[in-house]
């Protein structure tokens, strides 16, 4: 097996727990729950259709400047 093939299976074994992670937040808390990476694409989502796709609901660009606030913190560290 190559090592890129090992790191797609670590990755595709990381996006499944972490989607059983919102499902389970979802059925706990009734709440709907989306992750998305630094490009705002959907990796996990309460509504499966939308994983892979961008999210495009971030009025005043909220996530958008969460995120960013987030990677400057880590930044300095």
Known sequence: ?????????H????????QEHVQLL?????RDLEIVNRNKIILADVVTEDIGTRLD????NEVGKTIHAI?????YR
Do not use: E, F, G, V
């Open 1 to 9: 097996m190559s090592l890129n093939t090992t790191k797609c299976d």
């Open 11 to 18: 990755i595709s074994q990381m996006l499944a727990h972490l």
């Open 26 to 30: 979802h059925k706990q808390r009734q």
């Open 57 to 60: 609901h971030d009025r005043n």
């Open 71 to 75: 990677c400057d913190r880590h930044a």
